[in-house]
């Protein structure tokens, strides 16, 4: 009970961190200080006479540019509000949420608005096209003294935008990954022990093991779910394999939180070294997936060594331990051989 408060505790700790890291801060510009480039996680206001120069990417939160105020470039919001009464010299994009674009707005580029509940004042000034993507559909306000035409038109999401997906999505499941690796810490930290001292004293056998069975598998599913009776078995032995590749990926990134425990000199509880051993192996798998042409591989190689040390170790219920033959100076060291005499008689 009390090693289980303890990785409460951590757990705890190791939440807020990251709640901490993620979660959205309020902002505030400065009178008369311009800004560059930014991207803010939360509430962000430019005040009257304020200048934002450069791009402005807000994310989780609400956007106020008050009148008087200018953002030199384009301005995205991503899941939050948005309120416009300033001036933008670029771009306006949001993405979820709503928003209000008041009489004394003035948009020198174009508005997009990506399933969010936009409003759009008679007076305000947009002097790009203002596009509304509403259920898969994409509306074209027509500019102001031009006739309502609805043309047939292909949305295609900026670099920009497709980026801070990408982003956005990995990170999550990175630290998703991570928080899987902190609750099997805490659930089964001796089995998680286990497979990872596994994987180290047979990683080439951990690796064929895993591969091998990433191979068959499919084909039996397959001929499982032809019929129709094994099908929920074939279903079952899916989410069963899906189950133990997760376990042997935590099981990788606690040998790596292990070692960075022992290089920092600190006893860490193994919920905190699978987390963070978990956390890291994703974010370094994440990047080197973005190598072209070989980049993928991190993932079944990985996967495929976990998962063999999974297996190898029956889920952590025993420890492989590898088998090395022994020096000859040190089997000579336990039974030393005297030399015997010419004259001593052998009986």
């Known amino acids: 009970m009390k090693m289980f408060n303890k990785s409460i505790l951590f757990l705890s700790i190791f939440c807020f961190l990251f709640i901490g890291f993620t979660l959205p801060v309020s902002a505030s510009s400065s009178l008369g200080v311009d800004h560059s480039d930014r991207v803010i996680f939360g509430d962000y206001t430019l005040a009257n006479g304020d200048t934002n120069q450069g791009d402005l ?31 933008v010299n670029g771009d306006i994009v949001s993405v979820g949420g709503s928003g209000k674009i008041g009489d004394s707005a003035y948009i020198s580029g174009s508005m997009v608005s990506i399933g969010s509940n936009l409003s759009i004042s008679d007076d305000a000034t ?10 898969d559909s994409v509306q074209i306000a027509p500019l102001p003294g031009t ?19 990408k982003l956005f999505s990995t990170s999550f499941m990175v630290l998703a990954i991570a928080a899987l690796g902190l609750l099997i810490g805490i659930l089964f930290p001796n089995h998680l022990k286990k497979t990872a001292k596994s994987i180290v004293n047979e990683p080439v056998k951990s690796g064929v093991l895993g591969f091998l069975t990433v191979f068959v598998s499919p084909i039996v599913f397959v001929i499982l779910a032809i019929t129709i009776i094994l099908l929920p078995v074939s279903l079952l032995a899916i ?18 939180g292990l070692r960075v425990s022992s290089a920092a000199k600190v006893n860490w509880e193994p919920s905190i070294i699978a987390g963070l051993g978990t956390l890291i192996l994703s974010s370094i798998a994440a990047l080197v997936a ?25 889920f952590g219920r025993r420890e492989i331990v590898s088998v090395q033959a ?15 005499s010419p004259d001593e008689k052998i009986e």
């Open 126 to 135: 947009i002097l790009g096209e203002t596009i509304l993507e509403m259920d």
């Open 290 to 314: 973005m190598i072209p042409c070989i980049g993928f591989l991190i993932y079944p190689i990985v996967t495929s060594v976990g998962l063999g040390g999974v297996l190898i170790s029956q």
């Open 326 to 340: 022994a020096p000859v100076q040190e089997i000579l060291a336990v039974n030393p051989v005297e030399p015997v």
């Open 147 to 165: 006739p309502p035409v609805v043309p047939e038109v292909t949305f295609n999401t900026s670099p920009g935008l497709e980026f801070l997906r």
């Open 239 to 256: 989410l069963a394999l899906g189950i133990l590749m997760l376990y042997g990926w935590v099981a990788v990134g606690y040998e790596i």
């Open 57 to 87: 990417v807000v994310i989780s939160g609400n956007v106020v540019i008050e009148e008087g105020a200018t953002v030199m470039g384009t301005l995205a919001v991503i899941g939050g509000g948005l309120t416009i009464n300033g001036t």
